[in-house]
Every structure is written in C-alpha cells, then in structure tokens.
C-alpha cells in the first residue's frame, strides 16, 4: 500500500473493511485469473503480443488465451474522462452546467456513481431530471463524439479509444447514480420522470432501493444485516421511519436489543433531518451489498411483481 496514491489507499481500505467472508473457491478463481494476468503482462512486455499470444496459447490452451488477452486488453485501456476523476465533483458540476444536458449526461455516466451523484446534484434542478432521462435511454456513443467532448473539457488530452463504442448510462446507471442522491433531489427528480416518462419511471424505481424498501427483504436478510449496523445508525434511522419499517426491523431483533434501541430512540432527543439520511444510506448500502452477493433477498421492490423465489 506505500507504493499507492491516496485515492487508491482509501478505497483499497474502504472495499477491505466490507469485504466480509470470502468463499475459497471464489478466493481461487480470483487467485488464479491475477496469476494468469501477471504472466500474460510479462509476455506481452517480453516480447510483444504476438509473442504473449503464442505462449499463452502453450500454457493455457487458444480458448484461455484469447479470454487472458481479452481481459488484459481491457484492464490496459484508459476510461473515458478519466482527468476528471480526481477533480472536485463540486467544481466539475459548477463547470459542466451551462453545457446542453446531452453531454453533461455524456460525462456523467462515464464516472463512478458517488461522484456522478455529487455533480448531478450540484446542477440546476430543472437540469437535473433531463440529464437523468438522458442516461437512462444512452446506450452506446460513438468514439469521435466521447474525444469532442474531451477536448472541450481537456484540450490537451489524448483521445481514449482508437476504436469501438464506448457503453454507458442505461437505466441501471441511473438507479445506482439516485440511490446515492440526497433523499430530497431524488424525489425532486422522481417525481419530474415521472410526469415526463411514467414508465421510465417505474422501471428505474424497480431497480432502487431505499430504506422504505427495508419491508420488502426477507426476514433472515434483515437479521444478517443487523448484524452489521451499529445500533447508533439504527436507532437514527428509525427515529424518522414509517410504523411499517419499524415493525419490520424489531420483528427481526431479540427482546433485549429491541428494548435497547426504542431507549436510545426515546433519550435521543431532537435530531437533523440530514443526519438521519445518513443513517438511513448506511443502512441502505449494507443490504445493497448483501443483496449483490446473495446473502439476502428483495422481493417485490418498487411495486413490482415479486421476484421468482427458486427452491
């Protein structure tokens, strides 16, 4: 780690701290593609592709090898805006909102959520739910238009791709950028789509989670996730929910901890708005992980049908 900037310590240690229990056969299969990686480098540095290719193809057959150089090729290849990705999200929305909302949301979906989240919402309101339409129906953009806008933004950059389309947006980008909004610009924005684009709407709601959500996780997942949340978020988060997100949580605690968490509510006090959002994201972000790696399951979320359960 003394050999990583900054910004790669704090997310290595962010990532280790919920990194959680790792299966040993995943812990392998990760072992072994890093493995593959470094050898496939070495050749390449060696000797070139050609060279990299033909060794690879000797030490792990021609259908490992090209899926190795595949991978390689991908991990070599700079992102799209990446001069930016050290920049102040604040400063970058300041500085992108007078451009047309196509390429605020252009630039946008090339970031990770967290930031993009911060610049969406560091625009104008009435900007905002536009750009957001504008992720969630982009799928591909053409390599020209991405090192346009670079060299508005970056004149002294050199252009990404040499070929291809670079993907991003879609209604999935979209969910991950609101899930990480403030409570309020989230609704603002919501409740805009869907006056514009209902159906839009509906399906970029399907695929969010908020604490409200809480009602739809199983109850072995709501247990699992308690073990995780320290009882002074919780009894934050709880102090603002809705009677059914509070009967769903204390069905899933012992006696005592119930107790426990309706004194600390009651003793609390008076509380920021602000602050119980915060609490309400962490709890968020700890079933959003769980989910992600199966240790829980979501049904029924955003009014929808509920998920096919597999016996």
Same mark, same amino acid.
């Given at each position: 780690?003394?050999?990583?900037?900054?910004?790669?310590?704090?997310?290595?240690?962010?990532?280790?701290?919920?990194?959680?229990?790792?299966?040993?056969?995943?812990?392998?299969?990760?072992?072994?593609?890093?493995?593959?990686?470094?050898?496939?480098?070495?050749?390449?540095?060696?000797?070139?592709?050609?060279?990299?290719?033909?060794?690879?193809?000797?030490?792990?057959?021609?259908?490992?090898?090209?899926?190795?150089?595949?991978?390689?090729?991908?991990?070599?290849?700079?992102?799209?805006?990446?001069?930016?990705?050290?920049?102040?999200?604040?400063?970058?929305?300041?500085?992108?909102?007078?451009?047309?909302?196509?390429?605020?949301?252009?630039?946008?979906?090339?970031?990770?959520?967290?930031?993009?989240?911060?610049?969406?919402?560091?625009?104008?309101?009435?900007?905002?739910?536009?750009?957001?339409?504008?992720?969630?129906?982009?799928?591909?953009? @053409?390599?020209?238009?991405?090192?346009? &806008?670079? /060299?508005? *933004? %970056?004149?002294?950059?050199?252009? #990404?791709? =040499?070929?291809?389309?670079?993907?991003?947006?879609?209604?999935?980008?979209?969910?991950?950028?609101?899930?990480?909004?403030?409570?309020?610009?989230?609704?603002?924005?919501?409740?805009?789509?869907?006056?514009?684009?209902?159906?839009?709407?509906?399906?970029?709601?399907?695929?969010?989670?908020?604490?409200?959500?809480?009602?739809?996780?199983?109850?072995?997942?709501?247990?699992?996730?308690?073990?995780?949340?320290?009882?002074?978020?919780?009894?934050?988060?709880?102090?603002?929910?809705?009677?059914?997100?509070?009967?769903?949580?204390?069905?899933?605690?012992?006696?005592?901890?119930?107790?426990?968490?309706?004194?600390?509510?009651?003793?609390?006090?008076?509380?920021?708005?602000?602050?119980?959002?915060? @609490?309400?994201?962490?709890?968020?972000? &700890?079933? /959003?992980? *769980? %989910?992600?790696?199966?240790?829980? #399951?979501? =049904?029924?979320?955003?009014?929808?049908?509920?998920?096919?359960?597999?016996?």
């Amino acid at each position: 780690m003394a050999h990583l900037s900054d910004e790669e310590v704090d997310q290595l240690t962010l990532d280790l701290s919920s990194l959680g229990t790792v299966d040993t056969e995943l812990k392998s299969s990760v072992l072994d593609q890093f493995y593959e990686m470094a050898v496939a480098k070495r050749y390449v540095a060696q000797g070139g592709i050609d060279m990299a290719k033909n060794l690879l193809e000797k030490s792990f057959g021609s259908e490992r090898a090209f899926e190795i150089l595949n991978r390689l090729q991908t991990s070599l290849q700079e992102v799209p805006f990446q001069f930016l990705k050290r920049a102040d999200p604040g400063q970058i929305a300041t500085f992108i909102q007078e451009e047309h909302p196509q390429t605020i949301a252009l630039i946008v979906a090339h970031l990770q959520p967290q930031m993009s989240a911060i610049i969406l919402s560091g625009l104008p309101q009435d900007v905002q739910s536009d750009v957001i339409m504008r992720i969630a129906m982009m799928d591909r953009t @053409a390599p020209e238009i991405v090192r346009e &806008v670079e /060299r508005v *933004l %970056e004149r002294k950059m050199a252009s #990404i791709f =040499s070929q291809g389309f670079t993907f991003a947006g879609g209604v999935k980008d979209v969910a991950e950028i609101l899930n990480r909004v403030e409570r309020a610009t989230e609704k603002s924005i919501m409740a805009d789509l869907e006056e514009r684009d209902p159906e839009l709407a509906d399906e970029i709601a399907r695929l969010m989670f908020t604490f409200d959500d809480i009602i739809y996780v199983d109850d072995g997942g709501i247990q699992k996730a308690l073990r995780e949340i320290e009882s002074k978020d919780l009894a934050l988060a709880l102090k603002a929910s809705s009677e059914e997100v509070g009967e769903k949580v204390y069905r899933n605690m012992s006696e005592r901890a119930r107790e426990m968490i309706k004194e600390e509510i009651e003793f609390m006090g008076p509380v920021r708005m602000k602050n119980v959002e915060e @609490a309400q994201q962490k709890i968020v972000a &700890v079933i /959003r992980r *769980l %989910e992600e790696s199966g240790e829980l #399951i979501v =049904s029924g979320r955003g009014g929808g049908e509920a998920d096919e359960i597999l016996v």
